[in-house]
């Protein structure tokens, strides 16, 4: 049925104004939270839970068009509809010639699939609907086992807080900034996956073990996994190329650092980088030279300085007075820069909670997300960390060594891949 016109409309935040101009089949800018539960999905009551979530979230009922000089959320009369698994993981969800939602709801045996456009939201916006569908998903279900005590979400955002535009709430005018010296990231080259796919490969870790290998290296969790990624990438450099850096782009969840409870985008972006030609290359070292890094990026004041810059554009008013398809231009050559300034991307969504009253019928939570080049991302749920690389390339090099590094620190790895034919 044809969409009907309606009124309601919002700008897109100042984070998601790049992923339209650059979203393409070799990367979509779709992220899948999915859980595995221990028992199959029942469609019918999934339908129900996703009914009731959406209600919630209003954003998520919206549409993409474009304007004159920016593209803006619509809300639309589309009812989102779960199907059973039909598509390769991460497909695309935008389409400037197709006006659809945002987000699909999937599943497949014991899994729920829930995958978003990074326009409609970040990682931590998402989780706060995805933990809203299999809440009442698995209340619908076993209705009858809670007749004593009914669980309760720990989501208190009112609807307007979910749709709240963090980034101009925290807007200021920005001072100016020392500019640093850019730094040569190695970049990781390969023949690429047929017809756009990616790869995923996820190892699962217990919690415990990790956190307290981390604590061997007196550091954080984030920070003892980019160290053993980088080691794992400058075993797959070419010598040529020693000299560049290995630079990681690591996502930040701004919500840590100003008060939001916002559902859309509100991150940072930090690069931190090594280079093993001027070091020892010791995992202890790169532990070492990564804290001082963090150490320096995550402030509120460095992450509000840009807060300040990405939002400057928009109240620039020769700037927003230049037509879509100019921007559009710009927004390529900015993406295309930014690509090559970094070698791969960590990111750590972080524990999920639900109510105690519903773990026994959850067994994990992961994500991942589409990419062109490498990418990791990972979250815990009670005793079991999952780490997923995606990745664009035919070579799991990197993968293989990152997890046979943790497997010789002492720590169980259990691997699952969607790869058929591996090596």
């Known amino acids: 049925m044809k969409n009907k016109k309606v009124k309601d409309w919002k700008k897109l935040d100042n984070a998601a104004k790049i992923f339209p101009p650059n979203s ?13 539960l221990y028992d199959n999905v029942d469609k019918n009551v999934l339908q129900n839970a996703l009914n009731i979530t959406v209600d919630a979230f209003p954003l998520y ?3 993409i068009k474009s304007g004159v000089f920016w593209y803006y959320f619509e809300a639309s009369h589309f009812k989102p509809v779960v199907v059973e698994e039909n598509l390769p993981p991460c497909s695309p969800l935008y389409d400037r010639n197709n006006k ?11 899994r729920i ?10 990682g931590a916006g998402a989780l706060q609907f ?6 009442h998903y698995i209340t619908i279900k076993y209705e009858y086992k809670f007749k004593d005590k009914v669980p309760l979400l720990d989501i208190k955002a009112s609807a307007a807080q979910k749709m709240d535009d963090s980034f101009q709430k925290y807007y200021s005018t920005p001072a100016s900034d020392v500019k640093k010296k850019k730094v040569k990231a190695y970049k990781i080259r ?7 796919r990616i790869s995923v490969i996820e190892g699962i870790i217990p919690v415990d073990a990790i956190i307290q290998k981390v604590k061997e290296y007196n550091t954080s969790l984030t920070i003892f996994l980019a160290a053993i990624l980088m080691c794992a990438i400058n075993e797959d450099i070419p010598l040529r190329h020693k000299k560049r850096s290995v630079i990681l782009s690591i996502p930040v969840n701004l919500r840590n650092y100003f008060h939001s409870e916002t559902a859309r985008n509100f991150f940072g972006v930090i690069n931190v980088s090594y280079n093993f030609a001027s070091g020892s290359g010791e995992l202890q070292e790169v532990i070492e030279h990564l804290k001082n890094e963090f150490r320096e990026n995550l402030t509120a004041e460095v992450l509000a300085k840009r807060i300040n810059n990405l939002s400057s554009l928009e109240h620039n008013f020769l700037l927003r007075a230049i037509p879509l398809f100019i921007k559009d231009i ?50 815990s749920y009670e005793n079991k960390l999952r780490i997923s690389f995606t990745s664009a390339f035919v070579s799991t090099e990197v993968q293989r060594r ?3 590094q943790l497997a010789a620190l002492g720590l169980p790895v259990i691997i699952e891949s969607n790869i058929v034919n591996e090596e």
Do not use: W
């Not at 995805?130 to 809440?135: A, E, S």
């Not at 390969?190 to 756009?196: A, N, Q, T, V």
């Not at 050559?333 to 090559?340: G, Q």
């Not at 109510?355 to 991302?377: H, R, W």
């Open 61 to 63: 009922k919206s549409i």
């Open 330 to 379: 710009a927004l390529k050559i900015a993406n295309s820069i930014v690509d090559r300034s970094y070698t791969s991307t960590l990111s750590n969504v972080g524990r999920v909670d639900v109510p105690d009253e519903i773990k026994k019928f959850i067994s994990s939570f992961d994500i991942f997300v589409s990419t062109n080049k490498l990418q990791a991302c990972m979250c």
């Open 100 to 110: 659809t939602l945002l987000f699909r709801v999937m599943y497949y045996k014991k």
């Open 402 to 404: 990152f997890f046979k």
């Open 24 to 36: 393409k089949k070799s990367d979509t800018k779709v992220f899948r939270f999915a859980c595995e």
């Open 130 to 135: 995805f933990k809203t569908l299999v809440f």
């Open 190 to 196: 390969g023949m690429k996956i047929p017809e756009y």
């Open 113 to 122: 699939n829930f995958e978003v456009y990074h326009a409609l939201s970040d």
